[in-house]
């Protein structure tokens, strides 16, 4: 059974920094193109980043220049490194994985005071 579970979200003042964890169990990341979306409230989930298996990102107009994703294949684990976030960076971030099916992990929430 494949579980997606994150962590790190929390409070932070405008202009800080987070990393959120995603700690994979039943499947191998390394397999498999992983991500974040986020939803803020009142507003659709939208694509943060995803990673590739042979290396490549994507990230969305937004957060370019600002989050970096990676991916620890031995830990099986992939991170959202944040730094100059911004109070409409506000949202309750998820992994997602796409198997053989899309599998989504709970959600963690950021909160960027102004």
């Known amino acids: 059974q494949v579980q997606l579970v994150e962590s790190g979200g929390g409070v932070v003042q405008a202009g800080g920094s987070l990393r959120l964890s995603c700690a994979a169990s039943g499947v191998r990341i390394s397999r498999n193109r992983m991500g974040w979306y986020r939803q803020a409230p009142g507003k659709q989930r939208e694509l943060v980043a995803t990673s590739g298996i042979f290396g490549s990102t994507n990230y969305a107009d937004s957060v370019k220049g600002r989050f970096t994703i990676s991916r620890d294949n031995a830990m099986n684990t992939i991170y959202l490194q944040m730094n100059s976030l911004k109070p409409e960076d506000t949202a309750v971030y998820y992994c997602?994985?796409?198997?053989?099916?899309?599998?989504w992990g709970q959600g963690t929430q950021v909160t960027v005071s102004s």
């Open positions: 997602w994985l796409n198997s053989d099916s899309t599998y």
